[in-house]
């Protein structure tokens, strides 16, 4: 996956992220205890898929931080560090699939398999 169109996921996906926030924090649970658990479920929700995306942003650059080693260990560092963001950008495709429909979305995103299926 090119970096700017992994930049592109990750920007729509934290947009998408943030609204979920917004709308849940809008909710009134007042005496309605199921409104409280989604409030909740949903904040969590979104908690979990921003961490996912940090990891999967943040793991070249841990490895790259990491790199006063003997010559073999660096060279092998700066592999993973190549290959990182491609064995997990399935990740960012996944979590972002669930936005197929939303008027930001890219049809260039969506699924194989969900593009199969339309």
């Known amino acids: 996956m090119r ?3 992994f930049a592109a996921m990750r920007d729509f996906l934290r947009a998408r992220l ?9 909710l009134k649970p007042g ?3 199921n409104v409280a658990m989604l ?5 969590a929700d979104v908690e979990a898929k921003r961490r996912l995306v940090d990891w999967v ?3 070249p650059r841990m490895v ?5 080693r003997v010559l073999w260990k660096r060279v092998v560092g700066q592999v ?10 399935p990740v960012i495709r996944e979590l972002v699939a669930a936005y197929d429909g939303h008027r930001d ?7 194989v398999e969900a593009a199969q299926d339309k």
Request: overall charge negative; cysteine-free; hydrophobic content about 35%.
């Open 57 to 59: 942003e943040e793991m």
């Open 31 to 33: 005496k309605n205890q």
């Open 64 to 68: 790259e931080d990491t790199e006063v």
């Open 18 to 26: 943030d609204e979920e926030v917004t709308a849940a924090r809008a």
């Open 3 to 5: 970096d700017d169109e």
């Open 39 to 43: 409030q909740a479920r949903v904040l």
């Open 105 to 111: 979305f890219h049809p260039a995103w969506r699924l």
């Open 80 to 89: 993973w560090a190549g290959l990182s963001r491609d064995s997990r950008s």
